[in-house]
């Protein structure tokens, strides 16, 4: 199936269930360039983006590639060319493989679905300049979906290089077993809501939700999410820096 052109102002196209396979260069028509901010291609069958598929859609602002079963690895420039995308969604694939370079050029990118794929490992540099650019004064991706990833062992800090602006962290379901006390270093001046539920955490390093090590500035996290997990007792010191948290979960605990 090639993409139908369209009227000249078309905003939205539904594709949603067509059996598309791969998507290759020349299938998107340039006619839609101008006018398209959203693009649903769920549940395709989609198993090969190839690099510049999407280049003619440069005024895109959404697009979801998410329930895609046959999908399993992004390489690189996969989504060149959308240099105005906000939203995008992959969840619910079954991907395993990402290049570093797979989300380049997405400077304009505020909120990205990872979850319910099979990704174990995340690639250092992957979120490098991912949101950079966005308009508005915005600099950086907002809200990263991980939950339901089979990431394992600790979270670190080499994980999450280069979100420095991120409000919304979701890592709940993926089997972690721990925090490294510098995985949040560079987040907690931003970061307002974070989900680490359903997983195999026992205990909190002390001062991981402080922005440095003299716990001088405080976390601006709202929301923090640790249901679900192994964490048998609590420490004194676990939640020290989250003075502007409203919300805290941590029911359904050993």
């Given at each position: 199936l090639r993409a139908p052109a369209g009227p000249a102002r078309t905003e939205v196209l539904q594709l949603a269930e067509n059996w598309l396979g791969e998507l290759?260069?020349?299938?998107?028509?340039?006619?839609?360039?101008?006018?398209?901010?959203?693009?649903?291609?769920?549940n395709c069958q989609i198993a090969r983006i190839e690099p510049g598929a999407f280049e003619p859609l440069h005024s895109l602002r959404t697009l979801d590639l998410g329930q895609n079963a046959t999908l399993v690895s992004l390489g690189p420039d996969c989504f060149r060319g959308l240099h105005n995308l906000r939203e995008l969604s992959l969840s619910g694939c079954q991907i395993s493989s990402l290049n570093a370079a797979t989300f380049s050029g997405l400077v304009a990118l505020k909120c990205l679905s990872l979850a319910d794929n099979r990704i174990a490992s995340v690639p250092q540099g992957l979120f490098k300049g991912v949101g950079v650019g966005g308009g508005g004064g915005g600099g950086s991706l907002e809200k990263l979906v991980l939950s339901g990833n089979p990431l394992g062992g600790t979270l670190t800090a080499s994980q999450l290089a280069g979100l420095g602006g991120l409000k919304e962290l979701h890592v709940g379901n993926c089997g972690l077993v721990s925090v490294a006390p510098s995985a949040l270093k560079g987040l907690m001046l931003s970061l307002r809501v974070l989900n680490l539920s359903g997983n195999?955490?026992?205990?909190?390093?002390?001062?991981?939700?402080?922005?440095?090590?003299?716990?001088?500035?405080?976390?601006?996290?709202?929301?923090?999410?640790?249901?679900?997990?192994?964490?048998?007792?609590?420490?004194?010191?676990?939640?020290?820096?989250?003075?502007?948290?409203?919300?805290l979960q941590l029911d359904h605990n050993e």
């Open positions: 290759r260069v020349g299938q998107f028509s340039p006619d839609l360039g101008s006018s398209l901010r959203e693009l649903v291609l769920a195999q955490i026992k205990s909190l390093p002390s001062g991981v939700f402080n922005e440095n090590s003299s716990g001088s500035s405080s976390s601006s996290i709202r929301e923090l999410d640790l249901s679900g997990n192994r964490m048998g007792a609590v420490a004194a010191h676990a939640f020290a820096g989250l003075q502007r948290l409203q919300r």
